[in-house]
């Protein structure tokens, strides 16, 4: 979520970003070192003032990255800022194509598998549909929801959209007709964190949740295949085994059908095998780091790229090694990668003690029973103190009634 250091990867192409700025590069070990920088804070801007459903001007923002991604190919690379920006790139070479105003803040944002659109999700709950052909065209309300969304995908052949809100629902829409609801996948019981439709098996859809489970669905028909309790994977003596956490990140390596998870705010990435045939996950092993995890993306011919708070080394190649996965010595590739992350740090530093966003999604916890009892008795309570200050009533059938009777009448005379 907002303001964390994010990676992509598609092809040969590596984008980490982090505060107002991406950094672009290649992982290829020929010779090219081209690199593309770009910075919001230096995007054209809306000549008029923003202005709110009230009318009175709403925060400009601070150009803080708050999503982005690849399109299918990786011909097209898209983002979202807190100024409300729709940012468009092609990369081949990389060019700005185009820069448009969003209605609200986004939370996440997909290309179309045809690559013509660009959907994007935002706080209110709604999805709006960005032209990528024509690139300066004004967006389209496509779908909404009455809680806010935390993710958006597609299915591989276009047919539909999905959407993952807080209120713990995943909804599968039509695309063509997005007011027909094809089904619901239920069975978190906190907000939806993140969803990924498995590219090679295009039925099967991976959730994750506040509830600290991940889940594989056959989406269509809402059905739940396997659930994956993530703290049963943990040792109890981990720090973090009572934490409460959400997956920040779900990414899949198609080689091995290998799913990779990035717990928020947790320092490692839990590794999965998916059985198709079984239609279940199976755990595989939990990699460790000692510096906190930003991101993680897999590379098809390499494998598992981590980006970490760690200026000397900021990313990590990981793969499996006589059936362990596990860190690889640093490649030309990677010192490469690395120098230009360093030399460029300032833009990764403000990301070191950001909070994700996921803390406030949680549901509240509410005891009505011991609220009433504990009120109840503090009523009681004031009620005798009121009784204590006043002492007894004037006239009363008292102690204080028999001494006035038994006192001698006043003389009326001189």
Same mark, same amino acid.
């Given at each position: 979520m907002a303001g964390s250091a994010g990676l992509?990867?598609?092809?040969?192409?590596?984008v980490v970003r982090g505060g107002s700025r991406l950094l672009a590069t290649s992982t290829s070990s020929s010779d090219d070192d081209s690199l593309f920088i770009y910075d919001c804070s230096a995007a054209e801007k809306e000549a008029q003032e923003h202005k709110g459903e009230d009318g009175q #001007?709403?925060?400009?923002?601070?150009?803080?990255?708050?999503?982005?991604?690849?399109?299918?190919?990786?011909?097209?690379?898209?983002?979202?800022?807190?100024?409300?920006?729709?940012?468009?790139?092609?990369?081949? #070479?990389?060019?700005?194509?185009?820069?448009?105003?969003?209605?609200?803040?986004?939370?996440?944002?997909?290309?179309?598998?045809?690559?013509e659109k660009v959907l994007v999700a935002d706080k209110s709950g709604d999805v709006y549909s960005f032209s990528v052909l024509e690139p300066h065209g004004s967006g389209k309300l496509e779908l909404g929801h009455l809680s806010m969304l935390l993710d958006v995908a597609v299915s591989p052949d276009d047919r539909y959209v999905l959407?993952?809100?807080?209120?713990?629902?995943?909804?599968?829409?039509w695309a063509a007709a997005p007011h027909n609801i094809e089904s619901f996948c239920l069975g978190h019981t906190e907000f939806v964190s993140r969803i990924f439709v498995v590219p090679d098996h295009p039925e099967l859809l991976l959730s994750s949740s506040g509830d600290r489970?991940?889940?594989?669905?056959?989406?269509?028909?809402?059905?739940?295949?396997?659930?994956?309790?993530?703290?049963?994977?943990?040792?109890?003596?981990?720090?973090?085994?009572?934490k409460r956490f959400a997956a920040s990140r779900i990414t899949y390596w198609r080689q091995e059908d290998c799913v990779a998870l990035l717990c928020?705010?947790?320092?490692?990435?839990?590794?999965?095998?998916?059985?198709?045939?079984?239609?279940?996950?199976?755990?595989?092993?939990?990699?460790?780091?000692?510096?906190?995890?930003?991101?993680?993306?897999?590379?098809?011919?390499?494998?598992?790229?981590?980006?970490?708070?760690?200026?000397?080394?900021?990313?990590?190649?990981?793969?499996p090694v006589g059936g362990q996965w596990q860190s690889l010595p640093e490649s030309a590739v990677s010192k490469r990668v690395c120098a230009h992350l360093r030399e460029n740090w300032a833009m990764l530093e403000g990301s070191a003690g950001t909070d994700s966003g996921f803390s406030s999604l949680y549901k509240a916890a509410c005891d009505n029973m011991t609220t009433y009892l504990k009120k109840k008795e503090e009523?009681?309570?004031?009620?005798?103190?009121?009784?204590?200050?006043?002492?007894p009533p004037r006239g009363s059938n008292g102690q204080t009634k028999k001494m006035k009777a038994g006192r001698a009448p006043r003389s009326c005379s001189s």
């Open positions: 992509a990867l598609c092809g040969n192409e590596l #001007p709403v925060d400009k923002g601070s150009d803080t990255v708050l999503a982005s991604t690849f399109s299918t190919s990786g011909s097209y690379f898209a983002l979202t800022d807190d100024s409300k920006r729709l940012i468009l790139f092609r990369t081949k #070479p990389w060019q700005c194509l185009s820069v448009r105003t969003v209605v609200r803040r986004c939370t996440a944002l997909t290309f179309t598998a045809s690559e959407t993952a809100d807080r209120d713990e629902k995943i909804r599968v829409s489970t991940l889940r594989l669905w056959q989406y269509r028909s809402g059905r739940e295949l396997h659930c994956c309790h993530l703290p049963s994977l943990q040792e109890p003596t981990e720090p973090w085994s009572n928020d705010g947790l320092p490692v990435v839990c590794l999965f095998q998916l059985d198709v045939p079984r239609r279940q996950l199976v755990y595989q092993q939990q990699l460790t780091f000692q510096h906190r995890v930003w991101d993680a993306a897999f590379e098809e011919a390499r494998g598992l790229w981590v980006l970490q708070d760690c200026r000397e080394a900021p990313l990590v190649l990981c793969r009523r009681l309570q004031q009620q005798l103190e009121k009784k204590r200050r006043r002492g």
